[in-house]
């Protein structure tokens, strides 16, 4: 049984920084495609970030220089760590896994999800 659960996530004023961690269990995080996408109230869910089993990372363009992706093979768990953070940052945080051939920024290829974590950014 996979599961996969997010922590980190909190309120913090305009600038700030946090730092996302995701424990998972029954996948392997160093074999797997593992994103990042988030959700804010009204809005459909986004891309943020992946890695893939070759540490390949990818993020989309709006937090490109302020959030680093990361893995932890002995720990079995996935990081994100967010600087500079502005209120448009603000929305609930999922961590991912997909396949191990390749990696996308499509939710749709990811088969398994967190539960997710709040990540609220005041201005």
């Known amino acids: 049984q996979v599961q996969l659960v997010e922590a980190g996530g909190g309120s913090v004023q305009a600038g700030g920084s946090l730092r996302l961690s995701c424990a998972a269990s029954g996948v392997t995080v160093g074999s797997h495609c593992m994103g990042w996408f988030r959700q804010a109230p009204g809005k459909e869910r986004e891309f943020v970030s992946y890695i893939d089993n070759y540490d390949r990372t990818n993020y989309r363009d709006s937090v490109q220089g302020r959030f680093t992706i990361s893995r932890d093979s002995a720990e079995n768990t996935l990081y994100l760590q967010m600087n500079s953070l502005k209120p448009e940052d603000t929305a609930m945080y999922y961590c991912?896994?997909?396949?191990?051939?390749?990696?996308?920024?499509?939710?749709?290829?990811?088969?398994?999800w967190g539960q997710g974590t709040q990540v609220t950014v005041s201005s």
């Open positions: 991912a896994a997909g396949g191990t051939i390749w990696c996308s920024s499509a939710d749709y290829h990811y088969t398994y």
